[in-house]
């Protein structure tokens, strides 16, 4: 509940775009998400928290392929 269900939205989001800009490979998604995930703290749902979750997890990408 929460939050979580957004995160892991973005999360994918974010995997799959790096995936198609050949920064990583197909098979490192799974391990992408679990990266982003494992930086979110689970909230209410609100407009807000998921304004603040996807700030948080699109300036997290750059460390996202484990970098």
């Known amino acids: ?5 957004a995160a ?5 989001e974010i995997a799959v775009q790096l995936f ?7 098979l490192e ?3 992408v998400i679990k990266r982003l995930l494992s ?3 689970n909230a ?3 407009m807000e928290a ?3 979750l996807s ?3 699109h300036e997290d990408r750059p460390s996202a392929r484990g970098g």
């Open 1 to 5: 509940g929460g939050v979580m269900p």
């Open 8 to 12: 892991f939205c973005i999360a994918s």
């Open 20 to 26: 198609l800009s050949g920064e990583i490979s197909f």
């Open 29 to 31: 998604i799974y391990e």
């Open 39 to 41: 930086r979110v703290k």
């Open 44 to 46: 209410s749902l609100s």
């Open 50 to 52: 998921i304004s603040s």
């Open 55 to 57: 700030l948080t997890l």
